[in-house]
């Protein structure tokens, strides 16, 4: 029952913010801070089930089995704004790691509900700047940076550069 009730919050959200006017031009970023954003907002209405059942959760690595149907359900929702931003080329699409930044937002994710539930700030405005910061710095590391044109040229002076060649002693 308790693992339902979780997952109701994620459909519920993702039926809310799906209905926005706005949501087909949002970027991937804005789509993932839409999510975060409703979800923290209706767990706000939620509150003493939401510490409740989370304070009760198997702590230690791993998911606990209560939010598994949450997970599944944001995974999916991560997964298409995640190849749509590929696809638009807001986010980098790294060989070996892009089929990874699903998890790197789960575990934002967990950060962010762990940082709500302990939170007794007016408003929960520190969990609405968690979110922010949290998600931004998430999806700036999605995005291509100077790193990836570094490990690009590294590549190049590999293939053509005779870099192989000189290496041998």
């Known amino acids: 029952v308790e693992q339902s009730i ?3 919050f994620a459909l519920k959200t993702l039926a809310e913010i799906k209905t926005q006017e706005v949501w087909p031009q949002y970027s991937s970023r804005e789509k ?8 923290f907002e209706l ?9 409740y059942s989370s304070k009760r959760a198997a702590k230690g ?3 606990p089995k209560i939010y598994a149907g949450l997970k599944e359900e944001f995974e999916n929702f991560s997964v298409q704004i995640l190849q749509d931003g ?3 080329g807001e986010l980098a699409d790294r060989k070996f790691l892009a089929n990874r ?8 994710f967990g950060f962010v509900l762990n940082f709500w539930v302990n939170d007794e700030s007016k408003g929960f405005e520190r969990t609405d700047e968690a979110i ?7 999806f700036d590391l999605f995005q291509r940076s100077p790193v990836d044109n570094l ?8 293939k053509n550069g005779g870099f192989r060649e000189r290496m041998k002693i």
Do not use: P
């Open 6 to 8: 979780w997952t109701d």
């Open 32 to 39: 993932a801070l839409s999510f975060f954003y409703s979800f």
């Open 43 to 51: 767990l706000k209405s939620k509150r003493s089930f939401a510490v």
């Open 61 to 63: 690595m791993g998911t």
């Open 86 to 88: 590929i696809e638009t």
């Open 101 to 108: 930044y699903k998890d790197a937002l789960w575990i934002q």
């Open 132 to 138: 922010e910061k949290g998600v931004n710095v998430t």
């Open 151 to 158: 490990l690009d040229y590294g590549k190049f002076l590999v």
